[in-house]
C-alpha cells in the first residue's frame, strides 16, 4: 500500500539462538501500519510486544525480515539513526528524561531528535520563551521551573514532560511502551488523556503497548493481540468498537494469562 | 608558614585543568577514565622533547594537547567499539602510554635548562617569578573553565552530559553515544596533557613518572571541591574542580609542613579519597540499622 507509514515484513528474532532457552520472539512477523493509524497492542508476557517495538526503534537487529518507514527501508539502522522517524516513551518515567539536567535542557534535547547538532547554544531566548508556552498546555506548572532538573518531578509530572517532547519534533511514528504502567491509576488516567489528546492532534502514527484491556479497546482505531511472535487479532474500526473484554476473554483466555487478565 | 600559600596556589591551579578533565569524565560523562596517569605525562613527554630539539614552545604544547587527544579518543574507542570495560580501556592506555612516553623522550627524564619555555619570559622579568606565573596559571584554569562551561551548554555539549546521564534517552533522541564518549575522553585527556605540558616547562623538566597518582589527586580535589560546595550545576562542578584543587595542593603542602614525607603523599592522598567515599556507604548502614530497630 502505497499510504503506508511503516512495514514490517516477515521479521524473525531468536534469542539465544542453539541454546536451550531458544526464544523465537518474533516469528515471520508482518504488520502494515497505515499514516495515522493508532494501533494499541496486546499480548501475555513474552509475546514479543516490547521486541516488537525494540525492532522497529533499531534497538534490536532482526535476524530476518524487512523494516520499511515511510518508503525507505530502514532495517539495518541503528537506534540513534532510527531517532530521524521514531519517538519513544518507555514505561519507567525515568527513562525518557535525563534527571540531572533541567526541564528546558530536556525540551531542548528533543527538540532536536535526530537532527544534526553543533556547537550552538543550545536553550536560547527564544526557545525559552517557546517552551513555556508548550509547558502550560499540561497544566502542572512546569513553565515557572524550567530551570529545575527533571529528577525533582514526579513520576507522573516526569511521563507528562516525555510526552510533550515527543511532540516538539513530529515522529513519522511513535512508540509507546506500556507508558502509563508505572504510574498510579488517576495518574495513568491523566497521561493517557494527554497521550489520546496529541495523538489525535497532530495526527500521529502510534503502536501504543499496553497491558490494560480496557485501555487497549478505549483509544485506538486499530488493535492488534499478538501471541508467540505472531499476530494472533487484528481488528479495526467498527469492529473494534463492538469488542469487550469479556469476549477477548473468552475466545483468547487460553493464551493470555498473567496481568493482562488481572487488569482487565 | 606563610610560604605555602603561593606554592599550594601556583599548583592547584595548575593541576586543576587535570581536575577539570577528570570532571568531565568521572563526573559529566560517568566514564571512570584512568588514561590521566598516562596522558598527563605524554603532554609532559611531547612538550619537553620539542622544546628540547628547538620547537618554539607555543606550538610544543599546542602538539601536547592534539596528542592528549588521540590518547583520550583511543581509549574511548576501547571502551565503545571494542566493547572493553571503561576502567580495565583506561589501565590499557595508560600502560601503553608508558613505554610511549619514554619513546617521546628517548629517556627517562628531559631538563629544560637553558630552553626558552613559555615561562621563559617571565624569568627575564626583573620581580620575583612567584606572582606572574600564578597569574598565568589563573588565566589559563578559568578559560578552561569557561570554555568547558560554554560547550557544555551548547547543542552537542547537551548531548555529552545526556550520554553520561540517561544514555538510552539520548541515543533515542539520535545521538550516537559512542561518538559523544570517545569526543569527551579526547577533550578530558586534551586538557590533561596541556597540565602536563604547562607544568613540565614551569619546573623545568619533563620525567616519566609525573603521572604517577594523578587520578587519585584529582579525585581528591573533586571530592574536597564538591564537599565545600555542593554543586548542582556544570558551572558549579567546575568551579568546585577548581577550588578543590588549589585546596588540595594546600592541605598537602600542610602536611608536608607538619613532617609528612614525601613518598607518604600518595599513601595520605589515596586515603582521603577512601575516606570520602566510605562516608556515605558507612553513614547509609547506620541509618539502615536505625531504621530496622525503629529508631
Known amino acids: ?264 | 608558614m606563610l610560604y605555602i600559600i603561593p606554592i599550594s596556589l601556583e599548583q592547584g591551579l595548575a593541576y586543576a585543568l587535570v581536575a577539570l578533565g577528570i570532571a568531565l569524565t568521572f563526573r559529566i560523562l560517568a566514564f571512570p577514565d584512568l588514561t590521566v596517569d598516562g596522558s598527563f605525562p605524554l603532554g609532559g613527554a611531547v612538550a619537553a622533547r620539542l622544546i628540547f630539539d628547538g620547537v618554539d614552545p607555543v606550538t610544543s604544547t599546542l602538539i601536547a594537547m592534539s596528542a592528549g587527544f588521540i590518547a583520550g579518543c583511543l581509549t574511548g574507542i576501547f571502551a565503545t567499539k571494542f566493547k572493553i570495560n571503561s576502567l580495565l580501556a583506561g589501565i590499557l592506555m595508560m600502560t601503553i602510554l608508558y613505554s610511549v612516553n619514554l619513546r617521546i623522550m628517548g629517556r627517562a627524564n628531559i631538563p629544560l635548562l637553558n630552553r626558552s619555555t613559555l615561562f621563559t619570559t617571565i624569568e627575564t622579568w626583573d620581580i620575583s617569578r612567584d606572582i606572574p606565573v600564578i597569574i598565568f596559571f589563573l588565566v589559563v584554569a578559568a578559560l578552561c573553565k569557561i570554555l568547558i562551561d560554554v560547550f557544555l551548554h551548547t547543542e552537542y555539549g547537551l548531548a555529552l552530559r545526556a550520554t553520561g546521564d540517561n544514555e538510552q534517552m539520548i541515543r533515542s533522541l539520535g545521538v550516537n553515544t559512542d561518538t559523544a564518549t570517545i569526543f569527551g575522553l579526547g577533550l578530558s585527556n586534551t586538557m590533561v596533557a596541556l597540565a602536563g605540558a604547562l607544568i613540565a616547562q614551569d619546573q623545568g623538566f619533563s620525567d616519566v613518572g609525573m603521572g604517577i597518582g594523578m587520578i587519585v589527586a584529582g579525585l581528591a580535589s573533586i571530592i574536597i571541591g564538591e564537599a565545600l560546595f555542593k554543586p548542582t550545576t556544570v558551572v558549579r562542578l567546575t568551579f568546585a574542580a577548581v577550588i578543590g584543587s588549589v585546596v588540595y595542593r594546600f592541605i598537602i603542602a600542610l602536611g608536608m609542613r607538619l613532617g609528612l614525607a614525601p613518598t607518604d603523599l600518595k599513601m595520605a592522598t589515596g586515603l582521603m579519597v577512601v575516606i570520602a567515599l566510605a562516608i556515605p556507604a558507612i553513614r547509609g548502614k547506620r541509618e539502615k540499622k536505625l531504621k530496622l530497630r525503629g529508631v
Open chain 1, 1 to 264: 500500500m502505497a499510504d503506508n507509514m511503516l512495514t514490517l515484513k516477515k521479521i524473525t528474532k531468536i534469542f539465544n539462538q542453539g541454546t536451550q532457552d531458544e526464544k523465537r520472539a518474533l516469528d515471520n512477523f508482518s504488520l502494515e501500519v497505515a499514516k495515522s493509524d493508532f494501533i494499541t497492542i496486546i499480548g501475555s508476557n513474552g509475546a514479543g510486544k516490547t521486541t516488537l517495538l525494540n525492532a522497529i526503534a533499531g534497538t534490536i537487529a532482526p535476524d530476518e525480515g524487512q523494516l520499511i518507514v515511510h518508503g525507505q527501508d530502514v532495517t539495518r539502522w541503528p537506534d540513534f539513526k532510527m531517532a530521524r522517524h521514531i519517538s519513544r516513551v518507555f514505561q519507567s518515567p525515568t527513562m525518557g528524561t535525563a534527571g540531572e539536567m533541567t526541564i528546558e535542557e530536556n525540551l531542548c534535547m528533543a527538540e532536536l531528535r535526530g537532527k544534526k547538532r553543533g556547537l550552538k547554544w543550545g536553550v536560547t531566548g527564544n526557545r525559552r520563551t517557546r517552551y513555556k508556552e508548550i509547558l502550560k498546555v499540561l497544566d502542572l506548572g512546569l513553565e515557572d521551573r524550567l530551570k529545575q532538573s527533571v529528577g525533582m518531578l514526579s513520576g507522573g509530572q516526569r511521563q507528562s514532560l516525555t510526552l510533550l517532547m515527543t511532540t516538539l519534533a513530529l515522529p513519522r511514528v511513535l512508540l509507546l511502551d506500556e507508558h502509563t504502567a508505572a504510574l498510579d491509576p488517576r495518574t495513568a488516567a491523566k497521561v493517557m488523556d494527554l497521550t489520546d489528546s496529541m495523538v489525535r492532534e497532530n495526527k500521529l502514527t502510534t503502536l501504543m503497548v499496553t497491558h490494560n484491556m480496557n485501555q487497549a479497546l478505549k483509544y485506538g482505531n486499530r488493535m492488534v493481540m499478538l501471541h508467540q511472535g505472531k499476530v494472533q487479532l487484528d481488528i479495526q474500526g467498527e469492529e473494534k468498537k463492538k469488542m469487550t473484554v469479556a469476549e477477548i476473554i473468552a475466545e483468547f483466555g487460553q493464551t493470555l494469562k498473567d496481568e493482562t487478565l488481572l487488569s482487565a
